[in-house]
C-alpha cells in the first residue's frame, strides 16, 4: 500500500503594508479595507471593481444647451454676447459631465453589491482596486488553506479515536498451539 504524503502546513504570510489613496477616502491593510469610513474585512469581499462613470445629464443639457443656443444665433434671434455667455455655460455643463466620476463596487460574500463613488483619475483607483483585489484572492487562498489543515486534523483525530475504539473491542486472539512433534 502506498504511503500518504503529507503536505506541510501552511505557513503565515508576510504581513502586507497599509496602502492607502492620496486624499485618504481609501485605505488597504492586510486584514481590511476601509473606503469612506466603512470598514470591510478582505474574507467578506468577493472582489472590486472601478468604472470611470460620465455625468449624463449634465452631457444632455450642455449639448441640448449649445444646440438651442447655436439655433436662437443663426436665426439672428440672438445677439453677439448673449450668444458667447450661453456657448460658454452651455460648455461648461458638457465639461463638467465629462469630468463624472468614479464608481467603485464591492462584491460582498452573500450579500448585495456595496457602491461609493470615488473623484479622481481611474488609473489612481484602478491600480488600488487591482491591489485590493490581489489581497482579496491571497485572504481567501490563506482562510482555504487554514480550513483544509483543520479538516486533516480532525480527520486523522476522528481516525485514531476509530482505531483505539477498535482495539479495546476486538480482544488479542490466543496464538494456536504449536506442537512439539510432527504428526
Known amino acids: 500500500m502506498a504511503e500518504a504524503i503529507e ?74 454676447l448673449p450668444t458667447m455667455a450661453g456657448l460658454l455655460a452651455t460648455a461648461l455643463m458638457l465639461l463638467y459631465g465629462h469630468r463624472g466620476t468614479n464608481r467603485l463596487r464591492l462584491w460582498l460574500l452573500g450579500r448585495e453589491a456595496v457602491h461609493f463613488a470615488l473623484p479622481g483619475e481611474a488609473a489612481i483607483w484602478q491600480r488600488l482596486v487591482g491591489e485590493l483585489n490581489r489581497r482579496v ?20 483525530e476522528e481516525e485514531a479515536a476509530t482505531w483505539a475504539t477498535q482495539a479495546e473491542a476486538e480482544p488479542l486472539a490466543a496464538s494456536p498451539a504449536i506442537p512439539d512433534a510432527p504428526a
Open 137 to 156: 484572492a491571497r485572504a481567501h487562498d490563506q482562510a482555504a488553506a487554514e480550513a483544509a489543515a483543520l479538516l486533516a486534523a480532525l480527520a486523522a
Open 7 to 80: 503536505e506541510p502546513a501552511p505557513a503565515s504570510l508576510p504581513p502586507l503594508p497599509t496602502v492607502g489613496s492620496p486624499d485618504g477616502r481609501l485605505t488597504l491593510t492586510g486584514t481590511s479595507l476601509t473606503v469612506l469610513g466603512r470598514t470591510f474585512g478582505l474574507r467578506e469581499l468577493e472582489r472590486a471593481e472601478v468604472q470611470p462613470v460620465r455625468w449624463l445629464l449634465w452631457y444632455l443639457l450642455g449639448g441640448l444647451g449649445l444646440a438651442i443656443v447655436l439655433i436662437l444665433f443663426l436665426n439672428n434671434w440672438l445677439r453677439t
